[in-house]
C-alpha cells in the first residue's frame, strides 16, 4: 500500500457564543480537513488546527506545509508511522497542528484497514470517557448562569477560564461555586495570564470553593516559576502550553514543575508522539489529561479515541460538541450524554463525511 496523495480544505468551525480566554477572544476557528489517499482505495480523514498563539501557525502557512508534505511522502507505506514522522521531521521543524492532520488520518486509515476501532488499536483500556465544560471569561454573574445551564445539562466537570484579572477571577469562582452547589467539580485555566505571584495569591485564595487543579498560570517558558508555584499550593498544577513534545515533558518531570500534563493533539503533531508523552509520564508516575484547540468533530473524535485507549489519561476536556455548532457535513465517531462520550465500534475514526458538501464550501 502507498500514499498517492494528500489533500487539504480548509473549514470554518462556528462556536455557539465568543470564547474568550486570556490569550484572545474568538467566535469561530479556521481548521483543515485533511485526507490521505492510497493505491489501494483506502483513504484516512483527519484535521489540521493551526493555532498562531499555541504553535506558531496560520491556516495559510499549514496549507503550505501539507502541501510540502505531500510531495514527501508519495509513494510511503502509510501504515509505518515512524518512518512518517521521520520524513516530516527532518524536512519541516515544528509545525504540529500541520503534522497533526496527517498523522490523525494515518491513524484512521490503520483503523480501516485492520477493521478495527482506532481506541483498541490503541490499547483499548475503555471505550468511554467524561469530559468537562469550557466556560470562556465574561462577567461572573453571566459566567454563573452558563455554568448552572451546562449544569442541568448533566455536566459534571467545569473548566473555567481565568487570568485576566486576580480579583475579578476570584469573584468567577465564588459565584460559579455558589450556582452550581458543592457536587460538581471546578477546574481552572489561566492560559498564562498570571505572573508567579497572582498565580499563588489567586489559586490558594480558591481553595476554599474546592477547586481541583490550575492549568498553566504562567508564561509557557516559565518553567522555573512553574516549579515555584508547584511547591507554594496545594491543588494540582497542570503544564498546558508549556509541553508540545515528550522532550518538554521530561523537563518538567525533571524540575518537578508540575502535577499533569496536557496532551492536546495539535501540539504533540498528533497521536504517534502523543504516545510517547503519556509512556514517558506514566513511567514517572504523572497523570496526563486530554486537551484541545476548539477543533471540529475529527480531531476531537481522535483525541477521544486515544483518551479511552489510555489508563493514564485521567482528564479529558473534549467539549467541542458542546461549545461549536454542528458541522452538518461530518456524522458518527461517538455519541455524547452529557460529559459522557461512548466511542462507536466502527473501523478507524467511524466517521462518516459527505465529500460532495465539503467540496462546495
Not at 103 to 109: F, K
Not at 161 to 188: F, N, Y
Not at 191 to 202: H, P, S
Not at 214 to 220: A, F, I, L, T
Amino acid at each position: 500500500m502507498k500514499i498517492t496523495g494528500i489533500t487539504a480544505q480548509v473549514v470554518q468551525v462556528e462556536f455557539n457564543s465568543p470564547f474568550v480566554t486570556a490569550a484572545l477572544s474568538r467566535t469561530h476557528q479556521s481548521t483543515i480537513i485533511v485526507k490521505v489517499q492510497t493505491d489501494e482505495g483506502v483513504f484516512g480523514i483527519g484535521e489540521s488546527v493551526p493555532t498562531r498563539h499555541v504553535t506558531g501557525e496560520t491556516i495559510e502557512s499549514a496549507l503550505v506545509v501539507l502541501k510540502e508534505l505531500e510531495q514527501k511522502l508519495l509513494g510511503q507505506n502509510p501504515l509505518c508511522l515512524e518512518k512518517i514522522h521521520m520524513i516530516m521531521d527532518q524536512h519541516i521543524v515544528g509545525n504540529f497542528g500541520a503534522k497533526a492532520g496527517i498523522d490523525i488520518a494515518l491513524y484512521d486509515l490503520q483503523g480501516k484497514v485492520m477493521n478495527k476501532p482506532l481506541y483498541q488499536l490503541l490499547g483499548g483500556y475503555s471505550d468511554t470517557i467524561e469530559t468537562d465544560v469550557t466556560l470562556s471569561i465574561d462577567e461572573p454573574k453571566k459566567m454563573a448562569q452558563s455554568a448552572l445551564e451546562f449544569v442541568q445539562q448533566g455536566l459534571k466537570i467545569l473548566k473555567v477560564k481565568i487570568g485576566v484579572h486576580p480579583i475579578q477571577d476570584i469573584e468567577r469562582i465564588r459565584m460559579i461555586r455558589e450556582a452550581v452547589g458543592d457536587t460538581i467539580k471546578i477546574k481552572i485555566d489561566a492560559n498564562q495570564g498570571y505572573n508567579a505571584a497572582e498565580a499563588i495569591t489567586v489559586i490558594n485564595s480558591l481553595q476554599k470553593y474546592d477547586v481541583l487543579s490550575v492549568e498553566q498560570p504562567v508564561p509557557h517558558w516559565d518553567i522555573h516559576n512553574m516549579a515555584y508555584i508547584r511547591k507554594n499550593i496545594s491543588i494540582k498544577l497542570i503544564a498546558d502550553e508549556s509541553v508540545h513534545s515528550h522532550h518538554d515533558a521530561m523537563k518538567f518531570i525533571q524540575q518537578d514543575a508540575c502535577d499533569m500534563i496536557n496532551i492536546k493533539l495539535m501540539k504533540s503533531a498528533g497521536i504517534f508522539k502523543a504516545e510517547k508523552i503519556t509512556a514517558l509520564c506514566e513511567a514517572a508516575g504523572i497523570p496526563c489529561m486530554l486537551g484541545c484547540m476548539a477543533e471540529g468533530h475529527v480531531a476531537s473524535t481522535a483525541g477521544a479515541h486515544f483518551a479511552a485507549a489510555k489508563r493514564n489519561v485521567l482528564d479529558v476536556d473534549l467539549d467541542g460538541s458542546l461549545l461549536n455548532k454542528p458541522q452538518t457535513y461530518l456524522s458518527g465517531g461517538y455519541t455524547r450524554k452529557g460529559g459522557m462520550i461512548t466511542l462507536t465500534d466502527k473501523p478507524g475514526l467511524g466517521l462518516e463525511l459527505d465529500f460532495d458538501y465539503l467540496n462546495e464550501l
